[in-house]
């Protein structure tokens, strides 16, 4: 028997999970959000997806070829999500020359600058949404109405935000009960039919990303729930004690980014924790930053930045919070 | 709801075609090639020389130590060579090759089939014989039996546990002798719990195998103090330390050994291999080893005599099909790859599996970690693979010694699960080679 064998360690078999089953998995599930969003806004989330998506994966493609001189690796799946979820955080009649911008930020900037995929401190598309909303405040502050807007791209008619009528609201004096009937009900906001970013204003589409995130075990429960629950704790506390001058918890759930980033931005790979009781941290961090930035802060929305200054701290949060070792008990 | 440990595990597809097939013994090979170190400790040393007639039973190699194991013929003829001969590590080791003729053996030992019940033996002479047949564990560590049984001063077990997980995939040795050995496995967990002054032993069996569990429950009713538990089916159950924590929700401590928090854990093989020592005279000179693979023309369960080549098993199955790129001595989760099929059957080998040339080959690219996090999640020791493997890369011995290192059993679970294919068990096992270097250059 001359036959030559393969000796390699164990283990001899593989799970067969993939990078990126992984990642076309969050594709996957970011469909349904696309698709409200295409509903709601036509042209405009299509240009500007579209355009966000090609940019990435050009600019990645360019610069491991050219700049790295290193094979590409737009097919794994993760340019895309970027360009994908930059997209989602843009207003759907931000000009395409902006967008491309937005997409050399996220790729250039906040992935490959760092090493490339798997060493990125920060969340790429939001390096690049943050990069916009303070290089291009108006055009990033200007939201297409839903629906009316559905056939226009640069010239939509916008309106403010849900998020920035009650801020604005609130900072002339008035209260909520005033407030509540400039704002849609919670069924709207549910539903997705009220400005903003492309992909946040659906809770029940991303939603159903979640549940399949977890069915195909792409991400765990924790981050998700654990923002969640502090913004509602958080805002609920500040909603008993005052209901006149706080907005109650479910309208800060379902407005703004809350659910787009506890879902799909809190939970980017790279740069969250990396178990359980560390996630915990990340996510109650998040959710409390973004309450202060919400009811205390400039900004109307705070979800982007909480989650960028939580970023920076997961390598602390991983270096001195461990998973508990088996075995480590008393001895008995 | 079923039992299991609490912590990380996986679920690889279990892939047992052998389940039903019945132990055959596998005829005599013309010769046997029997290593000196086939347990964990002190390799044996010869006693016999170039051209000495042996016969099946005896010992040609002596225990050379506390934690050191006997070694018998398992065959009758000539002592052809003392030689260093290619085994299933891939390396030269000294073995005994012996030329078989007939079949006979020591006049001492019983080979009837009958079953003996009783016993009388002190806990010392329980030992001893164990000792004196060369028993070691046989769920594959190949740690000497007596040694276990021997408590140290000041400590006490309450427990014995019998391993009848057989949680790799493809292996089926231990569940066709838990079927097909079942009073013998009773008589000889009834000789350990003697051994170790236990009253009450739990097997724990996976519920892949729920004939095994309904017959044993059965079987276990006739004698006292033996209970059977069935467990939910997850990777690495069969870990010594996952087991006790499945079975009796008892933690090891890290560095430590079962018998710190009152337990000792024995193979169900190795169970009956004491009832063979102990009752019936007879030395570990066979056992049950699984030949299995995917395009295997027959998968099933032998007989084996220790030594015997393992291309004989092969032959036995049908011969390795054209296509096959590996053979695995052990379970594809921790079993070693053979680099030649002539490599005989150790006291350690639970089972040879063939992989196809597809499944064979790692995927050779350099991809990335992404910090998924599931080697984290599925660590049954609650380590995190991804920081051990950067760390052993980057040579930081120091904070590999301190993120527990040490604890990694090699299960595998991390590399099984990476969706990048990273080798991290590659990693972590040149890190735990370095940081026991480090470790014993410190002792002295």
Redesign the interface.
Known sequence: MNKLLAVSPSPHVHSGESTSRLMYNVVLALIPALAVTIFYFGIGALVVTAVSIVACLAFEFLIQKYLLKVKPTISDGSALITGLLLAFNLPSNLPWWIVVIGALVSIGIGKMSFGGLGNNPFNPALVGRVFLLISFPVQMTSWPLPIQSRMAYLDAVTGATPLAIVKEGLSKGEVMSQIADKIPSHMQLFMGAVGGSLGEIAAFALLIGFVWMLITKVITWHIPVSIIATIAAFTGILWLINSETNADPIFHLLTGGVMLGAIFMATDYVTSPMHPKGMWVFGIGIGVLTVIIRVWGAYPEGVSFAILIMNAFVPLINRYMKPKRFGEVRKV | MLKTFT?GG?H??ENKFSANAAIENLPLPKQVVIPISQHIGAPAAATVAKGDKVLVGQVIAKSSGFVSANIHSSVSGTVASLDAVLDST?YKKPAITITVEGDEWLPEIDRSLELKKEFSFTTEEIIAKVSAAGVVGLGGATFPSHVKLSIPKGKKADVLIINGVECE?YLTSDHRLMLEKAHELMVGIEILKKALGVEHAIIGIENNKPDAISYLIKIASEYKGIEVQGLKVKYPQGGE?QLI?ALIN???????LPI???TVVHNVGTAVAVYDAVQKNKPLIERVVTITGKSLPKTGNFMVRIGTPI?QLIEAAGG?PTD?????N?G???????????APVTKGTSGV?S?PEK????VPEK????????C??V??????P??LNRLSQRKIFDRLEAE?VL?CM?C?SC???????L?L??YI?LGKGEVNAIIRARKN
């Open positions: 912590k996986v690889p597809p891939g995939p330390k924590k008892r933690e090891v401590p890290s560095g430590g710190d928090v009152g291309s390795l096959t790129g590996k053979v695995v052990g594809p989760m921790m079993g070693k790859a053979l680099n030649t099929i002539d599996i992989f499944e064979a080959k790692r991809p990335a970690c992404i910090r998924c996090a599931k984290v999640s660590c049954p020791m609650g380590l995190e991804f920081l527990k604890d090699e595998g590399s099984f699960v990476c969706p990048a294919n080798p068990l590659d096992r």
